[in-house]
């Protein structure tokens, strides 16, 4: 999703809410409240849950890249064994997941080299970025004979001309 132009509006303050302790109380608590709203919106949370049932990377989500723009997107990621015969019962991983892209006339590239921390009862279970000619992915890794319920909440922070 791309939001063009988003800046929060220069707000004053009236001049009889200045003299009026009540109502400058007040404005003051409405333009706080629009600007937590505004910033909730203009740094994308979103959330994005998958299943794997082997060691096939499946995706996570798709984050499309606009058109000459850059996006840092910051992912965390966890999984936890919900079935099958491999491993042991909960095993779980945890993940943070930092990288960005750009879009550059219709290319899109990777800036530098992602950044991983994390942990997992399974050496074999992972996170990583890659992309399609359009979108920055993040993939999860499970393991044979293993489901695993993976859930990623993922910011993506967005600039261009």
């Known amino acids: 999703m791309t939001i063009n132009n988003v800046a929060p509006p220069p707000l004053q303050v009236p001049p009889d809410f200045v003299l009026d302790k009540t109502k400058?109380?007040?404005f003051s608590a409405l333009v706080n409240t629009l600007y937590q709203l505004w910033t909730s919106v203009y740094n994308l949370r979103s959330t994005s849950r998958v299943e794997t049932t082997d060691a096939t990377p499946t995706g996570l989500v798709r984050i499309p890249v606009p058109l000459d723009r850059t996006l840092m997107i910051e992912a965390r990621v966890v999984g936890r064994r919900t079935g099958g015969s491999g491993g042991a019962e909960g095993d779980s991983a945890w993940y943070v997941l930092t990288g960005a892209y750009r879009n550059v006339g219709g290319v899109l590239t990777g800036i530098g080299t992602a950044q991983l921390y994390g942990g997992e009862d399974q050496a074999a279970w992972g996170v990583a970025f890659s992309s399609s000619p359009t979108d920055a992915v993040i993939f999860v890794t499970g393991e044979?004979?293993?489901?695993?319920t993976w859930e990623g909440t993922y910011t993506v922070y967005e600039v261009g001309a």
């Open 24 to 26: 400058g109380a007040f």
């Open 144 to 148: 044979a004979n293993n489901d695993i």
